[in-house]
């Protein structure tokens, strides 16, 4: 693969930074609130804990030992995990087809994590994880909407108001592109340090 191709693969990828997406997720939920959706927001608050915090416990257990020769998961990808979810959603939320958002958010996991894999960040099990977590969140998100939409629901906000919503979004991760979150280096620390005496790993054991 050219190192063209690589660089243009890795300037999409960023997208899936968490520098950008926790500010995606804001304004997503700052426009569920405004349009009056509570309930979905709540539900929609619930899974980006299940789907966030469901990385970071496979994350913390996985790492902890450090890498071993030939493992090929040692770091599940919270990279394609949160880009397979954050947009995913956002088109399950704001579409008039819940199933055809998931349908989106397959093609962004596979995407993602074949991005990853290109990359040589994670292995192809560990973006598979991710995709899986991603995935996930966004089918129980699919379920969420179709009960929304079966309940009566006085729309607030006129259609141009999605159109601004993306316009904000696409400024912010414009703006924000290239920065790196150092959160998966303090997690993995935290993970050997904290975490690997309680799974007796071979590291953690005293030299003889």
């Known amino acids: ?58 994350k913390l257990f996985f790492e902890a030992c450090g890498r071993m020769p030939g493992q090929s998961l040692y770091s599940p990808s919270g ?58 969140g966004v089918l129980l998100l699919v379920l969420a909407r179709y009960r929304e939409m079966q309940t009566p629901f006085q729309k607030k906000l006129p259609d141009w108001s999605f159109v601004l919503f993306l316009a904000v979004v696409m400024i912010v991760a414009l703006s924000l592109h290239g920065l790196r979150s150092p959160a998966e280096s303090w997690l993995e620390h935290f993970s050997h340090r904290f975490v690997a005496p309680f799974r007796h790993c071979p590291v953690t054991l005293p030299a003889t």
């Open 1 to 58: 693969m050219s190192d063209d191709l690589l660089s243009l693969i890795g300037f999409f990828s960023d997208f899936g930074d968490e520098n950008i997406l926790w500010p995606v997720m804001a304004l997503t939920w700052f426009l569920l609130i405004i349009q009056g959706r509570r309930k979905i927001s709540l539900q929609w608050l619930a899974l980006v804990i299940l789907v966030f915090g469901g990385m970071l416990l496979l």
């Open 79 to 136: 990279h394609t995990a949160g880009t397979t979810f954050v947009y995913g959603s956002i088109a399950v939320l704001f579409g008039r087809l819940p199933i055809m958002g998931f349908m989106l958010a397959l093609g962004i996991g596979m995407f993602a994590g074949a991005a990853r894999v290109w990359l040589h960040v994670h292995s192809v099990a560990e973006v598979f994880v991710g995709a899986a977590v991603g995935l996930l």
